[in-house]
């Protein structure tokens, strides 16, 4: 009983595992076959080619796009670790009129959909002509509530000590931050730059809103355009190598990753 | 002078996030109020409507069918993600060995972006040669038209949506699992409870926070469905997969209706905003 107890679970277990690996491996697998294979194509094609990948990159400027994925999800990551890091640690660690304000303003914000803001943002970025620059993809998400927040929590929980010893050694408030507290809460910065940058990477509405003009298009993107706008003249081999290329860079820093990333996600449910 | 400094530092501190706010925040909500009673193509000069844009929505079948898909969406999208992350985690939860491989493999279609799943499901749910149809026509079945049937194409697309997030249910699900104590389990053993009512006795009350915030997470995560629709289908056929944001999408950078895919956008917020309160209303119990 026990044994067939066992047997079933890790039955169920193993179909589960399958149900979520495969579909990646058969992407793989498509993006790297003939065209006629694909649609008989159950484990692996007949040969395996790179001519969906050649005409992908004949196609569109992919490399352009991966460049402005990787620039655009750096630069928010770690000016938004930066901003988030000090609006966190004032709101935990020093006194001031209209502290208890501001956080309150945090939570009630970050309970608005973003879908009230969606139209008013962009009529801002056309009306400031940050339409088709770097601007526009970046600006609007150096301050991330929840980063906020998170920072905040990780602050508080360090012992004043620490803060103390280094104003006595006379450090400013940036440098007990940078350089005193953050060597301290690395989980915490991991978490928040996980979650800055998958977030950021993957972000594709509003690229698809703010940005027309291809060099400054952003990979998913360029991607989804280059899918939807019949570029592909329907080859599935492209489509998928296209959606492959999309997807490496995050499958390979997840599988290096893999825990950080578990635990980041994890934490998003964690807010109170 | 440095008791002054001291006295600015905080509010030099915060206002990166204050000038964020007004910005990108207060301004744009209120802004948002005002085009609501305006009809503006962006380039021309905004011309007042008074309520024209509410009567409008009012009367837009469009967009009460977008709306009647989102929550058809979000009907099958949530119980679905709910019974099979649980049960999932409850498996994961016993003791048995590759829980890590396990746990990764489930996760793996969180971290990748949502245009990546929508193009290769788009392939698995093709109705000539797509993997699906293969494998029930192998299994001696007919073929489904998964995404041009317009009964099922937002059925297919929930559970596209449940497979992508599925990952994530589990580990919260699995977190929250861990959280209930071992002496309770140990108590129902004595009076001879089986593993069934142990789940439904004990786990599931007691893990009412996790539930609370997954429904709450996939709710809102549900009501921004747009990328899939967009790459899928384009909200067809017949409009059965067009989603409340993918129509707020189309008035505004399709047509150019500004002041009208504003009035949309506040009153699918508060309709978020509604849902969201009433579920916590429902769902939330103290323990």
């Known amino acids: 009983m026990r044994v067939l107890k066992k047997i079933l679970l890790y039955t169920l277990l193993s179909g589960a595992a399958i149900t979520f690996i495969y579909p990646f491996f058969w992407m793989i697998m498509a993006s790297l076959s003939?065209?006629?294979?694909?649609?008989?194509?159950?484990l692996f094609p007949s040969k395996l080619t790179l001519s969906n990948y050649s005409t992908m990159v004949s196609k569109i400027p992919i490399g352009r796009a991966l460049f402005n994925s990787l620039f655009v999800s750096s630069v928010n990551t770690g000016l938004s670790l930066i901003f988030s890091s000090m609006v966190g640690y004032a709101l935990s660690r020093m006194e001031f009129?209209?502290?208890?304000?501001?956080?309150?303003?945090?939570?009630?914000?970050?309970?608005?959909?973003?879908?009230?803001?969606?139209?008013?943002n962009y009529i801002i970025m056309v009306k400031l002509h940050w339409v088709d620059t770097y601007l526009s993809l970046t600006i609007p998400f150096l301050i991330n509530t929840f980063a906020i927040l998170m920072f905040r929590q990780a602050f508080k929980s360090l012992p004043q000590a620490l803060i103390d010893a280094a104003r006595i050694d006379g450090c400013g408030e940036l440098r007990i931050i940078f350089f005193i507290l953050w060597p301290n809460i690395k989980p915490t910065i991991i978490t928040v730059g996980i979650l800055?940058?998958?977030?950021?990477?993957?972000?594709?509405?509003?690229?698809?809103?703010?940005?027309?003009?291809?060099?400054?298009?952003?990979?998913?993107q360029l991607v989804t355009l280059f899918v939807v706008g019949g570029r592909a003249e329907s080859q599935l081999g492209v489509k998928l190598a296209s959606a492959v290329f999309l997807a490496a860079p995050i499958i390979i820093a997840y599988l290096f990753f893999q825990k950080h990333f578990i635990q980041s996600m994890a934490s998003t449910g964690l807010k109170d | 002078m440095s008791n002054t400094r001291k006295k600015i530092m905080p509010y030099v501190m915060v206002s990166p996030y204050l000038v964020h706010l007004l910005a990108f925040t207060t301004f744009p909500v209120i802004f948002s109020l005002i085009l609501t009673f305006h009809k503006w193509n962006i380039i021309g000069p905004m011309e007042w409507v008074e309520f024209g844009n509410w009567k409008r929505l009012f009367y837009d079948r469009l967009f009460w069918i977008s709306i009647f898909n989102t929550f058809k969406f979000l009907s099958i999208h949530i119980p679905l993600q709910i019974i099979i992350a649980l049960a999932l985690a409850e498996f994961l939860n016993?003791?048995?060995?590759?829980?890590?491989?396990?746990?990764?493999?489930?996760?793996?279609?969180?971290?990748?972006?949502?245009?990546?799943?929508?193009?290769?499901?788009?392939?698995?749910?093709?109705?000539?040669?797509?993997?699906l149809n293969r494998l029930l026509v192998s299994l001696g079945f007919g073929k489904v038209g998964w995404l041009i049937d317009p009964d099922i194409a937002m059925v297919s697309i929930a559970v596209m949506a449940t497979w992508k997030n599925l990952g994530l249910y589990v580990i919260l699900f699995l977190v929250g699992l861990q959280t209930v104590p071992k002496q309770y389990y140990e108590a129902a053993d004595l009076d001879g409870a089986s593993h069934w009512q142990k789940f439904i006795k004990i786990t599931v009350p007691m893990i009412n926070p996790t539930m609370f915030m997954v429904v709450i997470l996939s709710t809102i995560g549900g009501f921004s469905l747009f990328i899939e629709p967009y790459i899928m289908t384009g909200g067809g056929p017949l409009n059965s997969t067009l989603s409340a944001v993918l129509y707020i999408y189309k008035q505004a950078f399709q047509y150019y209706h500004m002041g009208y895919s504003a009035t949309l956008g506040v009153f699918f917020a508060f309709l978020i905003v509604l849902v969201v309160i009433v579920q916590k209303r429902y769902i939330e119990k103290d323990i």
Not at chain 1, 34 to 42: F, K, Q, R, W
Not at chain 2, 102 to 129: C, D, H, K
């Open chain 1, 34 to 42: 003939p065209e006629a294979d694909i649609s008989s194509l159950v």
């Open chain 1, 97 to 120: 009129k209209g502290r208890n304000l501001i956080f309150m303003i945090i939570i009630f914000t970050m309970t608005l959909p973003f879908q009230i803001t969606l139209i008013p």
């Open chain 1, 196 to 220: 800055a940058f998958m977030g950021s990477w993957n972000e594709v509405l509003w690229p698809l809103i703010v940005i027309r003009e291809e060099q400054f298009m952003t990979l998913p």
């Open chain 2, 94 to 131: 016993q003791n048995i060995r590759l829980k890590g491989f396990f746990r990764a493999a489930f996760f793996m279609p969180v971290v990748v972006s949502g245009v990546v799943v929508t193009i290769l499901w788009q392939q698995l749910f093709s109705f000539e040669n797509g993997v």
